[in-house]
C-alpha cells in the first residue's frame, strides 16, 4: 500500500500523523504539492512537486495511484475520481469516502456551489480542531490495521 496526499490544503496535525505511521510501519508515503514541502527526513517519506495550475496535484495523484492505495484528500471530485480507481480515500477530517457517501458530497457540493452562484453566503467549513485530528488518526489507524491484517493477494 502507497499513502498519498493531495498536500496543499492538508493540515500539518495530519501530516504529522502520516509521517509517524509511514515511519513506524515502515509504507511509502508521497506528498504532492504545487509549492515546496519540508518534511523530516525518513526514508519513506517522498514529496512530489508539481506545476502551478488547476488540478495539476489531483491530476498527478489519479495518474499515480493503484487501486488499493490510501489517498488523504478533502476534495470531493478528486476523492470521487479515486473511489471509482478501487483507491481508499479518507478526508482530513476522518471522513471515509465510498462510492455511495462520495456521490452524497458531490451532491451537496454542487448544490451548495448553485446557491452560491445565486449570490447566497454559504459559509466555508469550521476551522480544524482536535475532534477533526482524532477523527482523521482513528479513521487512519482502521484503514492501516485491515490494510496489514488483510493484504491484496498477487493475481
Known amino acids: 500500500m502507497q499513502i498519498w496526499v493531495d498536500a496543499d490544503a492538508t493540515p500539518n496535525p495530519v501530516k504529522a500523523i502520516l509521517y509517524r505511521a509511514a515511519e513506524r510501519l515502515d509504507l511509502p508515503l508521497t506528498l504532492v504539492a504545487n509549492q515546496p514541502l519540508q518534511v523530516p527526513p525518513i526514508a519513506q517519506i517522498r514529496t512530489e ?55 452524497q458530497r458531490l451532491n451537496m457540493r454542487d448544490f451548495l456551489d448553485t446557491m452560491r452562484a445565486s449570490g447566497l453566503d454559504t459559509g466555508g467549513p469550521p476551522a480544524y480542531n482536535q475532534s477533526d485530528r482524532q477523527a482523521f488518526a482513528n479513521a487512519l489507524d482502521r484503514i492501516l490495521a485491515r490494510a496489514l491484517r488483510d493484504p491484496p493477494r498477487p493475481i
Open 49 to 103: 512537486r508539481v506545476g502551478a495550475g488547476f488540478d495539476v496535484a489531483d491530476d498527478y495523484i489519479v495518474q499515480h495511484a493503484h487501486p488499493g492505495d490510501l489517498v488523504i484528500t478533502a476534495d470531493i471530485p478528486l476523492a470521487a475520481e479515486l473511489v471509482a480507481k478501487g483507491c481508499q480515500v479518507v478526508s482530513p477530517r476522518g471522513e471515509v469516502f465510498t462510492s455511495e457517501t462520495v456521490r
